[in-house]
């Protein structure tokens, strides 16, 4: 009933940029936090960054100053635009949305992932 979808991801050469994007649809009643998460081979999956539907933002030490989380509350997207990239940050990037869907209830919902490459 509720569908998360990623674009974005590929292959980028150290210190260069790129942008991820999220899109929720589906029997939606009201899309509170959204976020980023990653998960890099033989590693636990780690927060990004997270914006709630007011726009207050928490983002990961490791990415400071680097990367930037927005979303569409009107088009239920969100957004990551990543900046001064590294090797470091090579991982499978995935949306996470908190979804509140009428006479369900709100839950999780996890997009796909997109792989992101840094390297030269």
């Known amino acids: 009933q509720v569908q998360v979808v990623e674009s974005g991801g590929g292959l980028v050469q150290p210190g260069g940029s790129m942008r991820l994007s999220c899109a929720v649809s589906?029997?939606?009643?009201?899309?509170?936090?959204m976020g980023w998460y990653r998960q890099a081979p033989g590693k636990q999956r780690e927060l990004v960054a997270v914006?709630?539907?007011?726009?207050?933002?928490n983002d990961a030490d490791s990415v400071k100053g680097r990367f930037t989380i927005s979303r569409d509350n009107a088009k239920n997207t969100v957004s990551l635009q990543m900046n001064s990239l590294k090797p470091e940050d090579t991982a499978v990037y995935l949306c996470k949305a908190d979804v509140g869907v009428a006479g369900v209830g709100t839950s999780a919902y996890w997009g796909q992932g997109t792989q992101v490459t840094v390297s030269s």
């Open positions: 914006i709630t539907s007011s726009g207050r933002t």
């Open positions: 589906g029997s939606i009643f009201r899309v509170y936090a």
